[in-house]
């Protein structure tokens, strides 16, 4: 499996996890020049945007060193176009979803809420 295709798998097992805890679906891969917002939900609280990150195994670290500075400023700027373009403004935040894959395919999963 490529980069990308394995990229787009563990966004695929992140929505998995995310819907079983009652988050509803609304958009996935959303691109901008600015950056790109992988999955977004609908909760009671209003949106949630979430970055995901898959590795295979723990050899080169966690998957949380990947959020850096610059990272976070384009998740916002991808997160306010998306925002603009479709007049969409309630209350939303960020979430982080680490997904480390075994040999078997077994996912852990490593989520928070991203301050930002």
């Known amino acids: ?3 990308y295709a394995f990229g787009e798998w563990c966004e695929g097992r992140a ?13 996935r891969r959303v691109n901008f020049r600015e950056g790109e917002i ?11 945007f979430v970055e995901v990150k898959g590795r295979r195994g723990r050899r ?17 700027r991808a997160e306010f176009r998306w925002r603009q373009g479709l ?5 939303g935040e ?6 480390t894959v075994a040999r078997d395919e077994s996912c852990v999963f490593d989520v928070f809420r991203i301050e930002m």
Do not use: A, H, N
């Open 87 to 91: 007049r969409d403004f309630r209350p």
């Open 1 to 3: 499996m490529d980069i």
């Open 38 to 48: 992988d999955l977004i939900f609908i909760c009671d609280s209003g949106l949630r």
């Open 15 to 27: 929505l998995e996890y995310f819907e079983d805890r009652g988050w509803v679906f609304l958009d």
């Open 60 to 76: 080169f670290g966690s998957v949380v060193e990947s959020l850096t500075t610059q990272k976070l400023r384009r998740l916002k």
């Open 94 to 99: 960020w979430w982080f979803c680490g997904v």
